[in-house]
């Protein structure tokens, strides 16, 4: 019986959810900051919404990270197994933050686009 079957369902909701989540809080802090700017009584607070923003896009790539990680190794393990007569070099990527130079790329790219399209958001609601 295959166990890993339900892991894999469960991780890829987890994995989407984490997505949504990132994307939702992007926009909340997109009108919160929009709020936060126009009264100077809450200005003070800015710096506290923006530490937990990037605490929690720092948490939700860890996650995202762990997720794709297993993964790998469940794809793996099946490979191993039908390979064990034969010794196989592992492959060696480069990383940064324990992502892999193309998923780095990616992460830039959508937070970038992220924070172009809420500055021009905002700048439409203005």
């Known amino acids: 019986m ?3 079957r339900p892991k894999q369902k469960t991780s890829a909701s987890y994995e989407y959810f ?3 989540a990132i994307i939702a ?8 900051y929009k709020t936060i700017f126009r009264d100077p009584d809450l200005a003070r607070l800015s710096l506290f919404f923006g530490i ?5 896009l720092a948490w939700s790539i860890f996650q995202l990270n762990k997720v794709h990680r297993n993964r790998k190794l469940a794809q793996a393990e ?4 039908v390979q064990q007569d034969r ?3 592992p492959r060696r990527s480069r990383s940064a933050l324990g992502l892999t130079v193309v998923q780095l790329v990616i992460v830039v790219v959508v937070f970038a686009s992220a924070v172009a399209t809420f500055s021009w958001a905002l700048r439409l609601l203005r």
């Open 2 to 4: 295959n166990t890993t």
């Open 78 to 81: 099946p490979a191993a197994a």
């Open 18 to 20: 984490l997505y949504a």
């Open 52 to 56: 937990f923003y990037f605490a929690f």
């Open 25 to 32: 809080e992007t926009a909340l802090a997109a009108f919160v």
């Open 87 to 89: 010794p196989v070099a």
